[in-house]
């Protein structure tokens, strides 16, 4: 997949929803026309699912006279495709941040569901991938994600043998 052609999907799908809660949606891409390996509808859910937490943070937010605003940035190494996602929001604690990726947690109360950074994490693991996170209460959030240009042999075997499991049917 053209990296540059698959960024600016992700961003044309959530520039509308930033600019309709007056949140600034910059984004700046390194213009390098590299492709790298990925199921673009998962990977692109995931990363979509990532900026909508950026919008909700800045959402619940509830400083006076802030101005808000969300950078995705998109750049390579030698290795990596690398997409960060940087907002100005709520910020998270540090207890926050290590159960983000648990099954169920959410820290947007009855608003969330839990499901949203679990599943875009599993896409990102599952892709040879990972993502860090970088918060401060009050401050912010930036979450960086790492995909391999190249997916690794046992991903793609893995991928190729897509075995379904077998299930034992009791009669009723």
Not at 46 to 53: D, K, M, P, Q, S
Not at 119 to 138: F, M, R, T
């Amino acid at each position: 997949v053209n990296v540059m052609d698959f960024s600016n999907q992700v961003a044309a799908l959530i520039k509308p929803k930033a600019e309709k809660h007056n949140i600034k949606f910059v984004y700046e891409f390194d213009h390098s026309r590299s492709l790298f390996e990925v199921d673009p509808g998962t990977v692109s859910s995931a990363l979509v699912n990532i900026l909508e937490n950026s919008i909700d943070a800045c959402l619940y937010d509830k400083s006076k006279d802030k101005s808000y605003k969300i950078i995705f940035r998109v750049s390579e190494n030698e290795n990596h495709t690398i997409f960060e996602a940087r907002d100005n929001g709520i910020g998270m604690d540090r207890e926050t941040q290590e159960n983000l990726f648990s099954l169920f947690f959410s820290s947007k109360g009855h608003r969330g569901t839990g499901l949203g950074l679990f599943v875009a994490n599993q896409i990102v693991e599952q892709h040879g991938g990972l993502i860090e996170i970088d918060s401060e209460p009050k401050q912010g959030s930036c979450f960086t994600i790492k995909l391999p240009k190249v997916l690794p042999k046992e991903i793609k075997n893995g991928i190729n043998k897509q075995e379904t499991p077998e299930i034992e049917l009791q009669k009723c």
